[in-house]
C-alpha cells in the first residue's frame, strides 16, 4: 500500500534518457561506422575484383545481416540491455581490426568478407535495443517522439559525417587505415556504453541457443500477426524498395545526366543525408503534429521530387531535389520508429526492430536490383517519372492507413488515471505503454464512505488505486494506516498469491481505479526493480511467517 509520487526526473532513472547525452552519440557512432565499413569494402572489393566482387562484397554484408538480424536483436529483449550494445560494439571493434590486419598482412580478401560478415551482423544488435531504452524511460509519447527525432538526427549525421571521412582516409591512406578507425571508434563507444548506460532491470536470462531462436521466432510470429507492428513493419518494407532503388539512381543520375563521376554521387548521397538533417531540426519543433501527418509529407517528398531529377542537368537543383528525398526519408522514419515503439508490447520492442532492420535490408537489396534492370532497358528521365508517381500514390495510401495505427497508440485513458499509476512506487519504473495499457484496461468505480474495499482474509483478484477520497486500513480488527488518494492498495495477496492481510474501508465518498490479478502481475514482474520494490512494499503489511 503505497502513497506519494516518487521523483522519476533523476538521471537514468525513468524520465531520463538513459546515459544522458550518450545514447544519442551511441547512434552516431553506429551510423557512422555502418556507411565507412560499407563504403570501403565496397572500394576492396573493386579495387580487386570489379564490379562483379563487388557486387559479392554486397551479398556478403547484406544477406547474413538480414537473415540474423531477429536472432541478433532478440537479445536486446532477453539480456540486458548495455550488455547488448557493448558486446555488439566489442565484435564491430574485433571484426573491423580483423579486416585492417588481413588487409596489412596480406591475409587474402577472403578474411576481409567473413569479417565484414560478422561486423554487418553485430551492427543489427544495436537499434533494437536503443528503441527498447526509449521505450523503457520515456515518461509521455512527446518525449519519446522528441527522443526519436534526435536519434534520427544523429543517423543522418552519421550517414553523412561517415562517407566524408572515408573519402578523406582513402584519399591519404590505404583501406586498412579506415577499418583501424572504425575499430578505434567501436572499441571506445564500447567503452562508453559500460561507463554511461545504467544497469538493466530486467529479469535474468541464461544463454541458450534453442531458448533464443525460439524468442527470435516469436518475434518474427508476434509482427506477422499483430496488426499494427506488421503495417508499421510493412510501410517501412515499401519505403526500402525505393532507397534501395536511389543507391542505383544516385550513381545514374551522376554519371549519364549530370557527366560527373564518382565524386558527384557522393554529393548526391551526402545532400540525401543533409535532407534528413534539416528534417529532423524541423520536425523538433512540430512535436504537437500527429505522426501520420509527419508521415504523410514523408511520403510526398520521397516520391514527387524523382519525377523531376529525371529533367535536371545541373548539380545544384540535383543536390536540392535529393536532399528534399532525404526529409521525406527522415519524416518516415521518424514516425515509424515511434509509432512501433508504442504499439509492441514492450518485450517484443528489440525484435521487432530487428524484424524491421531485416525486412529493411531485404527491401533496399530488391529496390536496387530491380531499378537496375529497369534503368538498363529504359529511359531514365521516363523511369524516373513512373518511379516517383508509383511511389507517390503506394506511400501516401500506407501513410494514411496509419492512422488507424496512431489512434491504437494513442492513451485511452486520462491522464490523472497515468499520473496516480506513475505515483505508486513499484509501478513508477515501467515502460509508458506499460502504464498504458494498465490505465486503459483499469474500471472506474464510485463507492459511498463507509464501504469495505478489501476484506482481511478473502482471496485477493484486484488492484486499488484511490484516485479521490480517503480509506482506512486496519488489521486484526486494529487500525494500522489511514490514507488519502493519491494511494493503492491489495498488492500484497497478489504479489505474494495469498489471503487478504487487512481489511481496507472507505472513510468518505471514493473514485477508485481497479485493475485485475493477471494484469497487475504481468505489468510488476516485468523488471526486476518493479518486483523487487513490490515485495519491499509488502513487508509492512504482511503479518511474519
Known amino acids: 500500500m503505497t502513497t506519494g509520487t516518487p521523483d522519476a526526473t533523476a538521471r537514468n532513472r525513468p524520465g531520463a534518457l538513459p546515459g544522458g547525452r550518450s545514447l544519442f552519440g551511441i547512434t552516431f557512432v553506429h551510423s557512422m561506422t555502418e556507411f565507412s565499413a560499407w563504403i570501403t569494402v565496397l572500394v576492396v572489393a573493386f579495387d580487386h575484383g570489379g564490379a562483379s566482387e563487388s557486387g559479392l562484397a554486397v551479398a556478403v554484408q547484406l544477406v547474413p545481416a538480414a537473415l540474423l538480424a531477429p536472432v541478433v536483436a532478440a537479445a536486446g529483449d532477453r539480456f540486458p540491455r548495455h550488455l547488448v550494445l557493448s558486446v555488439g560494439f566489442a565484435i564491430m571493434a574485433v571484426t573491423a581490426g580483423g579486416m585492417a590486419v588481413a588487409l596489412a598482412s596480406d591475409l587474402g580478401r577472403a578474411t576481409v568478407y567473413v569479417c565484414a560478415a560478422v561486423f554487418s551482423v553485430a551492427l543489427m544488435s544495436t537499434p533494437g535495443a536503443v528503441a527498447s531504452l526509449l521505450v523503457r524511460h520515456a515518461r509521455t509519447p512527446v518525449e519519446l517522439v522528441r527522443w526519436n527525432i534526435g536519434q534520427s538526427f544523429m543517423r543522418a549525421g552519421g550517414t553523412l559525417v561517415g562517407p566524408v571521412i572515408t573519402a578523406l582516409l582513402l584519399a591519404v591512406a590505404e583501406p586498412s587505415v579506415v577499418f583501424a578507425a572504425i575499430a578505434f571508434a567501436c572499441a571506445a563507444t564500447g567503452i562508453v556504453v559500460q561507463a554511461r548506460l545504467p544497469n538493466d532491470d530486467r529479469p535474468r536470462s541464461t544463454v541458450r541457443l534453442g531458448s533464443i531462436i525460439a524468442e527470435s521466432l516469436d518475434g518474427v510470429r508476434y509482427v506477422a500477426v499483430t496488426r499494427n507492428p506488421r503495417r508499421v513493419v510493412g510501410f517501412i518494407g515499401v519505403t526500402g524498395l525505393v532507397l534501395g532503388a536511389f543507391d542505383v539512381i544516385f550513381v545514374a543520375v551522376a554519371f549519364d545526366q549530370l557527366g560527373g563521376g564518382g565524386s558527384t554521387s557522393a554529393a548526391l548521397t551526402a545532400s540525401f543525408a543533409a535532407g534528413a538533417l534539416v528534417a529532423a531540426m524541423v520536425a523538433s519543433r512540430r512535436l504537437g503534429w500527429k505522426l501520420t501527418s509527419l508521415a504523410t509529407i514523408g511520403a510526398l517528398l520521397l516520391s514527387i521530387p524523382l519525377t523531376v531529377l529525371g529533367e535536371l542537368d545541373h548539380l545544384v537543383p540535383a543536390l536540392a531535389l535529393v536532399a528534399l528525398l532525404g526529409a521525406g526519408n527522415a519524416l518516415i522514419e521518424i514516425t515509424a520508429h515511434t509509432l512501433l515503439q508504442r504499439t509492441c508490447d514492450e518485450t517484443m520492442t528489440s525484435r521487432a526492430f530487428g ?46 492507413g496509419l492512422r488507424r495505427t496512431e489512434r491504437d497508440s494513442a492513451v485511452t ?17 515501467l515502460p509508458l505503454p506499460t502504464l498504458e495499457r494498465l490505465a486503459s484496461g483499469a474500471q472506474r468505480r464510485d463507492v459511498p464512505g463507509g464501504e469495505c474495499l478489501i476484506a482481511e482474509g478473502e482471496h485477493g483478484m484486484e ?7 480517503a480509506a482506512e486500513i486496519s488489521i486484526g480488527g486494529r487500525i494500522a494506516d489511514r490514507v488519502d488518494a493519491p494511494a493503492s492498495f491489495g498488492e500484497v495477496a497478489l504479489v505474494h498469491d495469498s489471503m487478504r492481510t487487512a481489511t481496507v474501508t472507505t472513510t468518505r465518498p471514493c473514485r477508485l481505479a481497479v485493475i485485475e490479478r493477471g494484469a497487475f502481475l504481468d505489468a510488476v514482474r516485468q523488471t526486476t526493480t518493479s518486483h523487487d520494490i513490490a515485495l519491499d512494499v509488502t513487508r509492512r503489511y504482511r503479518p511474519p511467517a
Open 355 to 400: 524484424v524491421l532492420g531485416s525486412v529493411l535490408y531485404i527491401a533496399t537489396a530488391v529496390g536496387a536490383g530491380i531499378i537496375g534492370l529497369v534503368i538498363a532497358a529504359n529511359d531514365l528521365t521516363t523511369v524516373l517519372v513512373v518511379l516517383g508517381s508509383a511511389a507517390a500514390v503506394i506511400l501516401l495510401g500506407l501513410s494514411l
Open 413 to 429: 485513458a486520462d491522464a490523472d488515471l497515468l499520473d496516480a499509476l506513475c505515483g505508486v512506487s513499484f509501478l513508477e519504473p
Open 463 to 469: 488492484f486499488f488505486v484511490l484516485l479521490e477520497g
